[in-house]
Structures are given as C-alpha cells and as structure tokens.
C-alpha cells in the first residue's frame, strides 16, 4: 500500500514569492493535516482538511492557506514568504474523523526562502 | 488549554542499555497514545501506539499508560546506536492529536 507522498521535495522560494506544496493521502484518508517543523523545533499545527472543507486552523497568519480536493489530495499555499518561513512542511493524513486511529506522515517538503 | 508535555533531552544511554522516555499530558479525556520517531531531517514515524493503562509490548519497545496519572512513557530495551533520534509523543482526544516537543535520545556505542 502506498504511503502519504508529498512534492516536491525540495522549494526555493524568495522573499516575497508564492509557495505551493502538495500532498496524496494514503488510500482511504479522508483527513489531512499540515504541520511546520522549524530547524530543531516541534510540529506546529497548521491546517487540517476532511471531506473537503477546512476544519481546523493553527496560529498561523492568513497568509497560509489550503484546499483539498475530491480526491483527497491537498494542498498548502503560503503567501508573500519571509524568511522565517523557511522550514520542513509535513503532511499526515488519517481515516475518516473520529476514532483512536492516528496520523501517518510523508515525507515532508524542505521550503527554504532565501 | 490541551498540552503535551516530554523533556526535551538530551537523553544519553550507552548501547544495550534501557532508555526511558516520559510523556505527560493535560485533558483527562484523551483517548488514544501514540509514540513516533524522526530521524534528524526525516518526518515522524509511528512506532508504538496504546489506548489502555497498562503495558504494550513490541520488540524493544514497550508503551506504558497510567490515565489517572495522565501520564505516558516509551522504554526501549537493548538501546542501539540506530535508535538515535528524536521520539515525539502524541495525544489524541476525538480529531485533536496533540505533539510534544520531542525527546532527543543519543545511544553511544
């Protein structure tokens, strides 16, 4: 069974540019999350999708949006980058909401803003 | 406010010892437990998971579960240099999954 992929691997992005990530959930996720991990840092919740609409949002400004489409996949934009948001943006996606089960991560995509 | 709690190491341990890991956590209704490990650079993957008081048993590792104490820990037996890495323990309560910080544990050979 293929796992969460996410692309690309790797961004460079300038100051002041448009990010675009993407992410396919495992098959019969409906649920995605996006988290940030800074370098050396925690997961910082970002986003989380089900059945297509946005259910939950981390303390992040609104410059960092998404979608998720009817399959399921997911993607993440952020708007006019500073610097700061330079991190690795990981996708984890889930079953359907609700229950024990827990989240499974890709591999990540490496955004650096120079 | 919902939180999850772990030291943020360094955790030393020599090869083939038992390295302990702690978890605390806040919201009483917290349903099920989950420990993952993130190789420095890589993302987090699921290694243990339990949702009762008690003890669960895979390989080296063991979860370990007291809900009155709100509190959860990983042991893992016969430590390897290859077990070097950041463990993150994660919560959920409903679709709430919460992150601790990370323990960073180093094995030395």
């Known amino acids: 069974e293929a796992g969460v992929t996410q692309s690309p691997t790797h961004l460079i992005k300038t100051r002041g540019q448009q990010a675009t990530l993407r992410c396919s959930p495992i098959s019969g996720h409906t649920s995605v999350y996006w988290y940030q991990q800074a370098l050396g840092l925690g997961l910082q919740f970002l986003l989380w999708?089900?059945?297509?609409?946005?259910?939950n949002r981390g303390n992040f400004p609104p410059r960092f949006s998404g979608r998720q489409f009817p399959n399921y996949s997911s993607e993440l934009n952020v708007n006019a980058l500073e610097l700061e948001d330079s991190a690795l943006y990981l996708c984890?996606?889930?079953?359907?909401?609700?229950?024990?089960?827990?989240?499974?991560f890709g591999p990540g995509t490496r955004l650096t803003v120079l | 406010q919902k939180e999850v709690e772990q030291n943020s190491g360094p955790l030393s341990v020599p090869e083939g010892a038992i390295a302990s890991l702690n978890c605390t956590y806040s919201d009483r209704g917290s349903q099920s437990f989950f420990w993952y490990r993130q190789y420095s650079g890589k993302s987090p993957e699921l290694i243990m998971f339990?949702?009762?008081?008690g003890d669960k048993e895979d390989g080296r590792f063991t979860a370990q579960l007291n809900k009155a104490s709100q509190y959860v820990s990983l042991l893992i037996r016969d430590s390897q240099p290859s077990d070097s890495a950041t463990y993150l323990c994660?919560?959920?309560?409903?679709?709430?999954?919460?992150f601790g910080a990370g323990t960073r544990l180093t094995v030395k050979p």
């Open positions: 984890a996606t889930a079953p359907p909401a609700g229950g024990r089960d827990t989240q499974y």
């Open positions: 994660a919560v959920k309560y409903n679709n709430d999954m919460r």
């Open positions: 339990i949702y009762s008081n």
């Open positions: 999708y089900d059945e297509g609409e946005e259910r």
